[in-house]
């Protein structure tokens, strides 16, 4: 099933869907396995599977200690393609590449692709990837059916919006505010009218990231967002305590 | 002369290099800047505030100095040397950063932040922004931190907070890394003061251009001495903007070759050095903003690199650069850590002038092919920089003793 299709069926019968993410081989991928299975407890809908880079300059430390180490551990853009296919056969979530252009460009965008498609990807969210640059990888995955999720940010003119909305699918990814991830966002009718600004732009479901980290967020975003996109947080609660604190994240975090 | 172009239809490209490659929530800053640099460029009255400021301020023009001692010693070419060691603060980093400054005031800018490797950049954007009212964070590797302290106490004499990088390999690059969140976060302010003609458009043009200033100086310079061109021109590159600068004066003289020295380290390799296109270590990527050769592994990420110069330590070289190499405009060669050594205490005892270690790449270079040519050739070296800031990392080098005894002197005096 398409993905926004799939999200679609999904808010039939959630008033928010939940995105997670997770570092591909960080701390390891038996950890990685583990925090999935307590994400898929907590029916999520979908997750960004990252894919290390040497260089991620569009994360915070915490997701910057986690590329480093994954990548000085030795993880190879072919095992995380492995990892996502095993992921798919596990569980019903759908999934998602997120990574940097880096490691499209080296691998050679076709077989990027192609590799994606295999492993049962949905799409992919490449943060430094702008539109002017995207030409190729967005016609390589129109091919295969996989979805390019596209950023809309608060220092976006209307006219940036605009075309953001004509090249999206799936769903748009919205940045709640400026700065890298995993900082705290303070939830107010800023970005209430962000969202609204944004739905003007596209009739995609649109999900919130940067930030989210509690119930009051989750509280705060439901009826406006369709989408929630947890990241550091999740990966702050595993360092503190492994299964049991992530569990006991999702549980207050849903409750 | 002709200034940079881009390739016609793909702004910020020259052939397959360069380009911009920015999270979405920049592209409004970009553009801002993109527009006020078209707009810069294109008022002559522009270009002549700024030679003024770097008259008045910073001290050009610099001299072309003619290296009589080495070049009898060599026995082949005449050398010459431009001398951008002499600026205040020490190296051609200042022009580039004088031209930001300008920039960022027109744009309103409070706040510059700035990237910084032997700390020539970040020491050039620290007195800028004391100057021109700016606050001012330099970010830098938490190695270089450790083998620069002096240029680190005078950032923070000037004013600026220094943050040492721990990320990463903690060099350039890391800290190209931590300006780039910087500025995600704080863009509307705020000012990223790039200091080589790398990452995203309009950075490697806009960088270039500023330096642009050392090679139309310079042509007149030696032409005015010599009675004609050089033969050769070279230059030491990390990110290339020294390189840039003097090689703009003499693009469209097809009788000088241009030579750009990049850092050997310890020699070919993966890992031991920083040489993009000399050594065959590299390939091209996508990486900080833009598209060029990176010293990469097949995953596309970063290979460590080392160099005895911390301004040289960089994955990525100019894209302009690159585009000029695969014309075969000019020519890229290496120089080892020990070759750069041997040139600098040559250099200091046969003519008097300390260049940076930076610069002695070059020198290194010029020491290997000087002796082959005739003796009416004539040789133009950038200095870009000059070497008081290395004395630590010199004296090590050549394990001065008395050097060692006043550190142990000094360390006592200091209750350690």
């Given amino acids: 099933m398409a993905l926004e299709q799939y999200l679609r069926e999904r808010l039939k019968h959630k008033d928010m869907l939940l995105m997670t993410h997770v570092v591909c081989g960080y701390p390891s991928f038996e950890e990685n396995l583990k925090a999935l299975e307590v994400m898929a407890e907590f029916d999520v809908d979908l997750v960004e599977l990252q894919f290390p880079f040497s260089e991620p300059s569009a994360d915070g430390p915490l997701f910057v200690k986690a590329n480093q180490a994954a990548v000085s551990s030795g993880v190879h853009t072919r095992d995380c393609f492995q990892f996502m296919k095993k992921v798919a056969e596990l569980f019903p979530f759908k999934l998602l590449m997120m990574g940097y252009y880096n490691t499209a460009f080296k691998l050679g965008e076709a077989e990027f692709m192609q590799s994606l498609q295999a492993a049962g990807g949905s799409g992919y969210i490449i943060p430094d990837l702008p539109l002017e640059e995207a030409g190729e990888m967005h016609r390589l995955s129109a091919e295969v059916d996989l979805d390019p999720i596209i950023l809309m940010t608060p220092t976006n003119t209307d006219a940036r919006l605009k075309t953001l909305g004509e090249a999206a699918k799936g769903f748009v990814y919205a940045v709640a505010r400026k700065g890298v991830t995993g900082s705290k966002t303070q939830m107010d009718a800023e970005v209430t009218s962000f969202i609204e600004h944004c739905r003007q732009y596209t009739d995609l479901p649109i999900g919130v990231g940067f930030g989210i980290s509690d119930k009051t967020d989750m509280d705060f975003l439901r009826g406006k967002a369709d989408i929630a996109i947890i990241g550091t947080a999740a990966l702050k609660k595993w360092e503190e305590g492994g299964e049991d604190a992530l569990r006991g994240f999702f549980s207050e975090l849903l409750g | ?416």
């Fill in chain 2, 1 to 416: 002369m002709s200034l940079v172009k881009s390739a016609e239809d793909r702004e910020g490209y020259y052939g397959e290099y360069g380009g911009c490659f920015l999270p979405e929530i920049l592209t409004s800053t970009i553009e801002e800047l993109r527009h006020c640099f078209d707009e810069c460029k294109n008022d002559p009255t522009f270009w002549a505030e700024f030679i003024a400021l770097l008259q008045n301020y910073s001290g050009r023009p610099t001299p072309v100095t003619y290296l009589e001692n080495l070049s009898k010693h060599l026995g082949g070419a005449q050398i010459y040397a431009k001398r951008e060691d002499l600026n205040h603060t020490g190296s051609h980093k200042i022009n580039n950063v004088m031209g930001q400054g300008l920039l960022a005031k027109r744009l309103g800018k409070k706040r510059v932040i700035a990237e910084t490797g032997a700390g020539q950049h970040g020491f050039a954007t620290a007195t800028m922004a004391a100057r021109f009212g700016f606050d001012c964070k330099i970010y830098m590797g938490a190695v270089d931190v450790a083998r620069q302290r002096p240029n680190v106490f005078w950032m923070e004499n000037l004013g600026a907070e220094v943050i040492a990088v721990q990320d990463g390999q903690r060099t350039l690059k890391d800290a190209i890394n931590e300006c780039l969140r910087d500025w995600v976060t704080n863009m509307a302010d705020t000012h990223y003061v790039l200091g080589t003609a790398c990452g995203p458009h309009p950075f490697p043009e806009m960088v270039s251009y500023f330096q642009s200033v050392i090679g139309r100086e310079a042509r007149e310079q030696i032409v005015d001495q010599v009675g004609r061109l050089p033969d050769k021109v070279y230059a030491c590159v990390g990110g290339g903007s020294n390189a840039m600068g003097i090689f703009q004066g003499f693009l469209d003289d097809k009788d000088v070759e241009l030579v750009g020295c990049e850092a050997g380290g310890y020699g070919p390799g993966p890992g031991r050095h920083a040489s993009r296109l000399a050594y065959k270590d590299a390939s091209v990527g996508v990486a900080q903003g833009f598209k060029t050769y990176f010293l990469q592994n097949d995953d596309g990420n970063m290979l460590e690199t080392h160099s005895i110069a911390a301004g040289l330590d960089y994955i990525g070289v100019n894209p302009i650069l690159v585009n000029m190499w695969e014309n075969e405009q000019v020519r890229f060669e290496a120089a080892t850590d020990d070759m750069v050594r041997e040139a600098l205490q040559l250099v200091m005892r046969t003519e008097g002038v300390i260049p940076a270690l930076e610069s002695t790449h070059a020198f290194a270079q010029v020491i290997l092919e000087a002796p082959l040519l005739g003796k009416d050739e004539v040789i133009l070296i950038n200095q870009s920089g000059r070497g008081d800031k290395d004395i630590f990392t010199v004296a090590d080098a050549i394990d001065d003793k008395h050097w060692k005894e006043f550190i142990k002197q000094k360390a006592v005096e200091y209750g350690a």
